[in-house]
């Protein structure tokens, strides 16, 4: 079981054009150029930069956006030099602002856009995300939602959307520190705070009887 620890998200203004809409691999190796220490960072994590939607599939950086990364604390210090650079993500090019240090709240549902499963068999996942739970010592119901895929440096990585709901505080913490799976420099496994288990998918009915634990 991995230990609760002192960890923080660090949030940074962003501005610029425009990003792939699948962006996370372009983005952890523009990361990885500008914070050389991060690639050894085995702990931390970066989440796919939030941004508008535009018609052909690209994302728009706009006043909202953030880039969010998780990171020990004693991290904190090193990462705000990112402020102020330029990221080269693909074609795009994104200006880093100001950070904002957050810490992890202990919420009662959290959510993950992206869980790694390399085959598409929700029986097998399900069953990889109880054992991986019980690691780390951690209850709760969790409801599985749809199947998507990214660029990975070596190829294709897919996933599963998953939500967990009735977490004790140190429960949530741990998970939101552990994280679940790999590649969470590359978003995966990476569990925030979620009010709703309406967004795992389109048909809430549906996905709340696939409910398991």
Not at 68 to 97: F, N
Not at 195 to 202: D, H, I, K, L, Y
Request: net charge positive; charged share 20%.
């Amino acid at each position: 079981m991995i230990p609760d620890a002192d960890f923080v998200d660090l949030a940074y203004t962003l501005a610029g054009g425009r990003l792939p809409g699948d962006h996370s691999a372009a983005l952890w190796r523009a990361l990885a150029r500008a914070l050389p220490w991060l690639e050894a960072e085995e702990r931390a994590a970066v989440l796919p930069i939030r941004a508008a939607s535009v018609s052909d599939g690209s994302l728009a950086v706009n006043r909202r956006s953030r880039l969010l990364m998780r990171l020990p604390a004693p991290r904190v210090r090193a990462a705000l030099a990112l402020c102020g650079t330029s990221l080269a993500i693909d074609d795009a090019q994104v200006e880093v602002g100001n950070a904002m240090t957050r810490a992890l709240i202990a919420h009662g549902t959290l959510y993950a856009h992206r869980v790694a499963c390399p085959v598409a068999d929700e029986a097998a996942f399900v069953r990889d995300v109880a054992e991986g739970l019980g690691a780390l010592a951690v209850g709760g119901d969790f409801i599985c939602g749809r199947r998507t895929a990214v660029r990975g440096p070596d190829g294709e990585l897919a996933g599963y959307s998953l939500m967990l709901t009735g977490l004790r505080p140190a429960e949530s913490l741990r998970l939101q520190v552990a994280g679940l799976g790999p590649h969470r420099k590359l978003g995966f496994g990476v569990f925030v705070p979620h009010r709703s288990t309406a967004a795992v998918g389109s048909d809430r009915a549906a996905e709340e009887q696939r409910a398991f634990r």
